[in-house]
């Protein structure tokens, strides 16, 4: 399996650098010579000599002009998160353990500019030798052969580009911009119109255990699952089935169990890319394990993966009782405190009656009595986006853990004196890439 998107730029530059050095030749360039003996088979009687063409230093020579190449932006930003990077340039003698990411991808490029014309005094491109060369390329992203891939199926989200690369071994992309899916894979959405993205995951195995990388590999999924349902509004879910293999061998399916059906669709556009990569690797690393947090995080979770929103409100309503109403619901606080900390003082009494709405709807629909419509679904819907938020912004640092209290204090503070602290909705790409430390070769969701 592997990106058409990286062989697409990747032999869009080729084509063009082709171009260009053929165009140097015609200019009056020459490609030097060398004068390198052979030894006979035996290794006696007299050596054997033939002038070798210097293509490799032909080429290094001309890296401004390549680099002035108007495709070689797109084949540097599609073969910088590429897996098998450092192997490949290892594997042709060009590794380069201190040099920044940047070098290394040039460098990969003239060594695949050399593997392309090696032994050539010209640049005609012979389509033969890129595929080679390409191959070659590719095959050092599964170089380790005891690594695991991988791949589930995501519903409810799509995406601008052919493919994003969230962190190292992490992909999510359009199904056609991937070669050599499982069988089912392009096919796994119920609803073919809805379409669906490919995750795939590439896995070090550690120890002689492949289960052990898969056990990995899981939690990874769950843990970019839940990234992207609080990201957006959208509800993103699995599908019930996986696949996994070892090394080059073949798919085996794996059950991931229901994740519920998608509701609404998040569009991850180009410009939302860097922010989305910020905040999977801070939800990574700051989703919380064991308190009132964790617990409403997982009651979320739930609520996701529930056939309805009418069926998600309690799952919703529990986890903002753990959050904002530890006293019990004999307080009466739930309906206030939100309102506090997800509106403006004047919208404040229009969303406490909203929220005194919703619970009236959670108490019908648990008694089997609740009506169904647009209205009510829009009720529970808002629950859900106010949790979210909440969740999302004491994940990034924008609210304090103690969210009761900030309501409190922000209730019994002077209206004139006010800063109404209003959950933020998506986090700035500024204030993500402040948390995620300003790096994106960290990412807490490579394994």
């Given amino acids: 399996m592997h990106s058409v998107r990286l062989e697409e730029a990747l032999a869009e530059f080729v084509q063009d650098a082709a171009g260009a050095l053929q165009g140097e030749l015609l200019a009056g360039a020459e490609v030097r010579f060398e004068l390198a003996s052979q030894g006979t088979r035996r290794g006696s009687g007299p050596a054997l000599y033939c002038y070798r063409p210097l293509t490799a230093e032909f080429i290094d020579e001309r890296q401004p002009l390549l680099e002035g190449l108007s495709s070689h932006a797109g084949a540097c930003g599609a073969l910088e998160r590429f897996d098998g990077l450092q192997r490949y340039l290892a594997s042709v003698g060009m590794e380069l353990p201190r040099a920044t990411s940047a070098a290394r991808v040039k460098a990969a490029l003239r060594a695949l500019l050399r593997d392309t014309f090696a032994e050539q005094s010209d640049f005609e491109l012979r389509p033969e030798r890129l595929q080679a060369a390409l191959g070659r390329l590719e095959q050092a992203a599964q170089a380790g052969a005891g690594g695991v891939t991988l791949l589930a199926t995501l519903h409810g989200l799509t995406i601008s580009s052919p493919e994003i690369q969230l962190t190292r071994g992490l992909t999510i992309a359009h199904p056609d911009a991937l070669e050599g899916l499982p069988e089912g894979a392009t096919t796994a959405c119920e609803d073919a119109a809805a379409g669906h993205l490919i995750a795939v995951l590439a896995c070090d195995q550690e120890d002689d255990d492949p289960r052990r990388a898969i056990a990995r590999g899981r939690e990874i999924v769950a843990e970019l699952l839940r990234a992207l349902r609080l990201f957006g509004d959208g ?213």
């Fill in 235 to 447: 509800r993103v879910t699995l599908g019930a089935l996986a696949w996994a293999r070892i090394g080059g061998g073949g798919w085996n399916a794996l059950a991931l169990g229901s994740g519920g059906r998608p509701h609404g669709m998040l569009l991850v556009t180009a410009e939302q890319e860097d922010e989305l990569r910020a905040f999977c690797n801070l939800v990574s690393r700051r989703a919380p394990a064991e308190n009132q947090l964790a617990w409403a995080l997982r009651r979320f979770e739930l609520g996701c993966e529930r056939p309805s929103s009418y069926e998600a409100l309690s799952d919703h309503v529990l986890a903002l009782r753990a959050l904002l109403e530890p006293e019990g619901p004999s307080s009466g606080m739930l309906a206030g405190r939100l309102a506090a900390l997800c509106a403006t003082p004047e919208q404040r009494l229009a969303l406490t009656e909203r929220v005194v709405q919703a619970l009236d709807l959670e108490r019908a629909v648990i008694a089997g009595t609740a009506v169904e419509h647009a209205a009510t679904e829009a009720l529970a819907d808002d629950m859900a986006n106010h949790l979210r938020a909440l969740l999302r912004d004491v994940i990034c640092g924008h609210l304090d853990p103690d969210l009761d209290a900030l309501a409190d204090e922000i209730l019994l503070a002077p209206v004139e004196a006010e800063a109404p602290a209003e959950p933020s909705g998506s986090p700035s790409l500024q204030d993500m890439f402040s948390y995620a430390g300003e790096s994106q070769e960290v990412l807490d969701l490579s394994v």
